[in-house]
């Protein structure tokens, strides 16, 4: 079949398609090797492990997914310094990103007893589900340095678009933890503990081959004439403030899904598991939309940056095109083969029997999700962090925090899981009705 594109498609779609396509399958080893962890752990006869390390995920949602931002205004920073061919900057957004990273690693590494004891005294959980999920908080928290170095390292790959090195970092790191999962849980019967050890020593192979890319890629003559400038307090200010908007997005996100899975946990630990294995199904979901929220961060950024601006609007367009379609299909397999997915990620049949009851909501979530999530990435593009940043607390206080309420106050598992899809669905008309106030700021051309 033959159709013509109007130019500004034509112009940028291959790129798109090929940066997009990198960055899809980097996020869809993240969840992907959590779905091994959960498919492992559901086998095992007791499933105190499997409710566990849901439980103690709470926490490292909240470390880890929160102090994404890194990841983001790293990206942010490098594809502006990319596009002005400045190496300088290219390489003091590496620097500087690293040191903020790991500051921050030690801080939590310092912390991590405390973290735990408040962490564990306010989640919800039977005794041997605390402690199996402490075993696992104890093993995964000392892998904290690798991380937030590798999402300096993705988000500087991202900037620069070397896709080859942001694959084999996500290749190596996912599926490491796959087979240490085999070893540690399977073959060695480490359990929950095993499970964090796995994801901890995993990090640290794939930051092994990040720094080797970054060897490779850098000219070590110019590091001398610009280490003085890593520690410029006015440029490291400017690069924290850049972020915090940013930062105040993730920590709405994760707080939502942190309370929901808190209040799943006290309506009992059938209810938890059940609703953990749909949760991974979703994540699987928002992780591989948010590979195109990356693409059209950079790429918005990019093209504003450059003058390029009759490419943005179009660039939001296919971004939720290609995001509801990815999203729509995540939504729609496990409602048609129910049996078949989850009897993949348990063998506890009453498990997998609730979990059924609630797939309908899957695809109104993930749909909403992906929407939002490109409004996001389109925002950050733009620098409209305020707007972002009013968004997700509207998202939060109005869209899920009543619902949630009444969930926990009537014990209804239908209720929280609306609380969950009204939030997406806020933050989604929130940031759709910015928009026409933001184009007229940024794409004057749309105005002529």
Request: aromatic share 12%; proline share 3%; hydrophobic share 50%.
């Amino acid at each position: 079949m033959n159709f013509s594109l109007p130019v500004e498609y034509r112009s940028f779609l291959p790129r798109f398609y090929r940066l997009a396509s990198v960055s899809v399958l980097s996020n869809m080893m993240v969840p992907l090797a959590g779905l091994c962890d959960t498919a492992f752990l559901g086998h095992l006869e007791d499933i105190r492990y499997l409710a566990g390390v849901i439980l103690g995920s709470i926490l490292f949602d909240y470390l880890y997914r929160v102090l994404k931002f890194i990841r983001s205004g790293t990206n942010a920073i490098t594809a502006q310094a990319v596009g002005r061919d400045d190496e300088e900057g290219i390489l003091l957004a590496i620097l500087r990103s690293g040191l903020i990273a790991l500051s921050m690693a030690c801080i939590i590494l310092i912390l991590q007893y405390p973290i735990e004891k408040i962490g564990f005294t306010l989640l919800s959980g039977s005794s041997n589900i605390e402690a199996s999920g402490i075993d696992y908080f104890r093993a995964r928290i000392w892998g904290t340095p690798a991380v937030l170095l590798n999402f300096v390292f993705i988000g500087w790959f991202l900037g620069r678009e070397m896709k080859v090195a942001i694959l084999l970092l996500s290749f190596v790191g996912n599926f490491s933890n796959v087979g240490l999962d085999y070893l540690m849980i399977y073959r060695w019967n480490w359990g929950s503990m095993g499970a964090g050890l796995a994801t901890a020593i995993s990090q640290y192979l794939a930051l092994f081959v990040a720094f080797i890319f970054m060897v490779l890629s850098i000219k070590w003559d110019r590091i001398s004439e610009i280490f003085t400038r890593v520690l410029d307090k006015h440029e490291l200010k400017s690069i924290i403030a850049l972020k915090g908007n940013i930062l105040i997005r993730f920590l709405a996100l994760i707080s939502t899904y942190s309370l929901f899975t808190n209040l799943s946990a006290l309506l009992g630990t059938e209810i938890l598991a059940a609703n953990g294995l749909l949760l991974q199904i979703a994540l699987l979901s928002q992780f591989t939309v948010q590979g195109i929220g990356m693409t059209l961060q950079t790429l918005t950024g990019n093209f504003k940056g450059k003058g390029t601006i009759e490419k943005i609007l179009p660039l939001l367009v296919v971004s939720i095109i290609n995001s509801l379609l990815i999203a729509s299909s995540f939504a729609v397999i496990p409602f048609l083969f129910p049996e078949t997915i989850f009897n993949l990620l348990t063998d506890h049949q009453e498990i997998s029997q609730t979990a059924i009851q609630y797939t309908l909501w899957l695809l109104p979530l993930l749909c909403l999700t992906a929407t939002a999530f490109m409004l996001e990435g389109y925002f950050i593009g733009l620098k409209e962090g305020t707007i972002l940043r009013n968004g997700v607390l509207i998202a939060f206080l109005i869209g899920f925090l009543p619902l949630a309420i009444m969930a926990y106050y009537w014990q209804n598992n239908y209720l929280l899981w609306s609380a969950l899809t009204g939030y997406m669905g806020t933050l989604m008309i929130t940031l759709f009705l910015q928009l026409p106030k933001v184009n007229r700021h940024h794409l004057p051309l749309e105005s002529s």
